[in-house]
């Protein structure tokens, strides 16, 4: 079975863009979650889909939006880009009989600029 | 709330030592406890996962068990190796969609 992937792998921005960030996760996984990794603030939580409804969110700002296809594809937006949205995120996919099991995909590098 | 504490690290240790990396939870209920692992300019791996009390979760020659009355999830293993130099970082799931992980603790393994 093919991974969790993640599209692009890095991408530089300046501040005030916004970006689209692309998850697709592991054959028969409906559920996707998102979470943001910097060296201070550790792994947070963004928010997290299932069949294309948003079931959960984290304490991010209204910048910070996702969206999950029929498919169960995944994209997460930012706009307004900020200094401090530069960050690893990461999406992980999960099973339906497995939920709290999550497999994540490489990443994509965000640096803003 | 529920939340997830870990050693702080850098943990540095020889080649052949024994490693256990702690971490104790709060939780409300009776939640699923992980532990992952992060290689450089990786994603997250699942390293193992332990459902209920007692429970002893194992893979790779590393073992957790779940301990309830201590609220802990101890990562051990018996003799490190360089190649599991990586961070590794506990994680809770009660329910509600969302797993709380810990800050990480970073591993690093002498030759």
């Known amino acids: 079975k093919a991974g969790v992937t993640q599209t692009p792998r890095y991408l530089i921005k300046t501040r005030g863009q916004q970006v689209t960030l692309s998850c697709s996760p592991i054959?028969?996984?409906?559920?996707v979650s998102w979470y943001q990794q910097t060296p201070g603030q550790g792994l947070q939580f963004l928010f997290e889909?299932?069949?294309?409804?948003?079931?959960n969110k984290g304490n991010f700002p209204g910048r910070f939006s996702g969206r999950q296809f029929s498919n169960s594809r995944s994209e997460m937006n930012v706009s307004t880009l900020e200094l401090g949205d530069s960050a690893l995120y990461l999406c992980?996919?999960?099973?339906?009989?497995?939920?709290?099991?999550?497999?994540f995909g490489p990443g994509t590098r965000l640096t803003v600029t | 709330g529920n939340s997830v504490t870990q050693m702080e690290g850098p943990v540095t240790l020889s080649e052949e030592a024994f490693l256990t990396i702690n971490c104790t939870y709060t939780?409300?209920?009776?939640?699923?406890l992980f532990w992952y692992v992060q290689y450089p300019g990786e994603g997250l791996q699942l390293l193992l996962k332990?459902?209920?009390?007692?429970d002893k979760g194992s893979n790779k020659g590393f073992e957790a068990t779940y301990r309830k009355e201590t609220t802990s999830f101890h990562l051990e293993k018996g003799s490190v190796q360089v190649s599991d130099s990586a961070v590794y970082f506990c994680?809770?799931?009660?329910?509600?969609?969302?797993?709380?992980f810990g800050a990480g603790t970073r591993l690093f393994v002498k030759a």
């Open positions: 939780a409300t209920g009776y939640p699923s």
């Open positions: 332990a459902t209920k009390a007692d």
């Open positions: 054959s028969g996984h409906r559920s």
């Open positions: 889909y299932f069949s294309e409804t948003q079931r």
């Open positions: 994680a809770l799931y009660t329910g509600g969609f969302k797993t709380i």
């Open positions: 992980a996919s999960s099973g339906n009989d497995r939920v709290g099991e999550q497999y």
